[in-house]
């Protein structure tokens, strides 16, 4: 089974609605990311949180909101879809044990299309 | 600042050739560096991570890079590439602070196209 897994795969919708997408994770790692990934743009973070009650947000967080409602599970929310949000969004996890540098994990990724 | 470029932002190679996929970084201090891969329809993976010691890195699948201080480069390698290795291939760099958030930054990313 997959470590990070994200609910759902595919979504289409429409300007103005809400929509979430789900993480859950088994690693057992404290930390988790959102990021979304545009063709030519790389990948760029709209929130991470480092426990339950650490959420901080990243370069590109307007429009979105994120709730982390255990260890295991982070979820990102578009409040008010609009088309320039349609990208592949990927969860990730992490787990800084006392070492030098975080080795970040991802889930497989939504793609999700606003229309 | 940091930054990372991947000037490359697709390679076609034959089956069985070598190739390298080209990264550059900039930073005014000291940097940890990876190497992932997205295959088609799936999230980004782990191929190897230069965090100190050797310059030359092994990864999975046969995939080494070499950090190079000099020409800030950390290029990525395989001697002999096979079909299975088309993918995207993200190269991304941090400074490691330890504790708190780490920034990641990833390259655009480069598109290997391995023909049969």
């Known amino acids: 089974d997959a470590d990070v897994t994200q609910t759902p795969r595919n979504r289409i919708t429409k300007t103005g609605k809400r929509i979430m997408l789900e993480c859950s994770q088994t690693?057992?790692?404290?930390?988790m990311y959102w990021y979304r990934q545009d063709p030519g743009l790389g990948l760029r973070l709209i929130y991470y949180?480092?426990?339950?009650?650490?959420?901080n947000k990243g370069e590109i967080s307007d429009g979105y909101s994120v709730s982390r409602q255990a260890q295991a599970k982070f979820s990102l929310s578009l409040e008010s879809a609009i088309p320039n949000q349609t990208a592949l969004y990927f969860c990730?996890?992490?787990?800084?044990?006392?070492?030098?540098?975080?080795?970040?994990?991802f889930g497989p990724g939504t793609r999700l299309t606003v229309l | 600042a940091q930054s990372v470029t991947q000037l490359d932002s697709q390679v076609p190679v034959f089956e069985e050739a070598p190739v390298e996929l080209r990264c550059n970084y900039s930073?005014?201090?000291?940097?940890?560096l990876f190497w992932y891969v997205q295959y088609p329809n799936q999230g980004l993976q782990l191929l190897l991570k230069y965090l100190s010691g050797s310059t030359l890195v092994k990864g999975i699948n046969g995939f080494e890079a070499e950090f190079n201080k000099s020409q800030t480069s950390f290029h990525l390698r395989k001697p002999s590439v096979h079909i299975s290795d088309t993918a995207e291939y993200f190269c991304?760099?941090?400074?490691?602070?330890?504790?708190?958030?780490?920034?990641?930054?990833f390259g655009t990313g480069t598109k290997l196209q391995v023909i049969p």
């Open positions: 990730a996890t992490s787990d800084f044990s006392g070492g030098i540098v975080d080795t970040q994990y």
């Open positions: 991304a760099v941090t400074h490691g602070r330890s504790g708190g958030y780490q920034k990641v930054t």
């Open positions: 949180s480092f426990d339950v009650k650490d959420i």
């Open positions: 930073s005014s201090v000291s940097v940890y």
């Open positions: 690693k057992g790692h404290d930390r």
